[in-house]
T-cell receptor, first 114, second 119 residues
Framework: AQSVTQLDSHVSVSEGTPVLLRCNYSSSYSPSLFWYVQHPNKGLQLLLKYTSAATLVKGINGFEAEFKKSETSFHLTKPSAHMSDAAEYFCVVSDLTGTYKYIFGTGTRLKVLA | EPEVTQTPSHQVTQMGQEVILRCVPISNHLYFYWYRQILGQKVEFLVSFYNNEISEKSEIFDDQFSVERPDGSNFTLKIRSTKLEDSAMYFC?????????????????FGQGTRLTVV
């Protein structure tokens, strides 16, 4: 079975400092992995996706993630946090064994301090 | 850019009432999904629908829930007799299975959600 584990439920950073949101996955197959962001009372916005092409994936708003098979990780990073980055972030793996449903992590709430 | 649309954006209903949440998936997509997010919690899979039938459902998707594709464009989620614990954000999504089977892209496209409040 496929799963994702988000290692931190809350992360606080100061504005202008780097962001690291951690995600580990478990998959019997070469996975499809995604990061989504959800601002308060809003829907899900795709930040970036990994689908077995380049291991370093660049997304929107300066975010990127690196797929590391040896570590089964797909951590999300950004060099410099902005106040508008404050939101909930979900790491997602797509279930490739059947209906390609998404399996969501428990989420990481990012707080950006002025 | 094609998008998934959901209506209504917010629905308030009394406990025990039936509700129908509506979604218009992307027109050339063939896999359709409903997900639920209880306030402050993670997004949970409810059901997937392909070729006019349920292809997979979670344990949450009990007899109170049903899905339907009544015409060529809409995809609905019905809750027969709502409970307080059904209060949540419900997301519809669709994907293109052919790209997925080729390993090219399993990305699902999400609607903006319907916030259901049961009182």
């Amino acid at each position: 079975a496929q799963s994702v584990t988000q290692l931190d439920s809350h992360v606080s950073v100061s504005e202008g400092t780097p962001v690291l949101l951690r995600c580990n996955y478990s998959s019997s197959y070469s996975p499809s992995l995604f990061w989504y962001v959800q601002h308060p009372n809003k829907g899900l916005q795709l930040l970036l996706k990994y689908t077995s092409a380049a291991t370093l994936v660049k997304g929107i708003n300066g975010f990127e993630a690196e797929f590391k098979k040896s570590e089964t990780s797909f951590h999300l990073t950004k060099p410099s946090a902005h106040m508008s980055d404050a939101a909930e972030y979900f790491c997602v793996v797509s279930d490739l064994t059947g209906t390609y449903k998404y399996i969501f992590g428990t989420g990481t709430r990012l707080k950006v301090l002025a | 850019e094609p998008e998934v649309t959901q209506t209504p954006s917010h629905q308030v209903t009394q406990m025990g009432q039936e509700v129908i949440l509506r979604c218009v998936p992307i027109s050339n997509h063939l896999y359709f999904y409903w997900y639920r997010q209880i306030l402050g919690q993670k997004v949970e899979f409810l059901v997937s629908f392909y070729n006019n039938e349920i292809s997979e459902k979670s344990e949450i998707f009990d007899d109170q829930f049903s899905v339907e594709r009544p015409d060529g464009s809409n995809f609905t989620l019905k809750i027969r007799s709502t409970k307080l614990e059904d209060s949540a954000m419900y997301f519809c999504a669709s994907s293109d299975p052919f790209l997925a089977r080729q390993g090219l892209n399993t990305e699902a496209f999400f609607g903006q959600g319907t916030r259901l409040t049961v009182v």
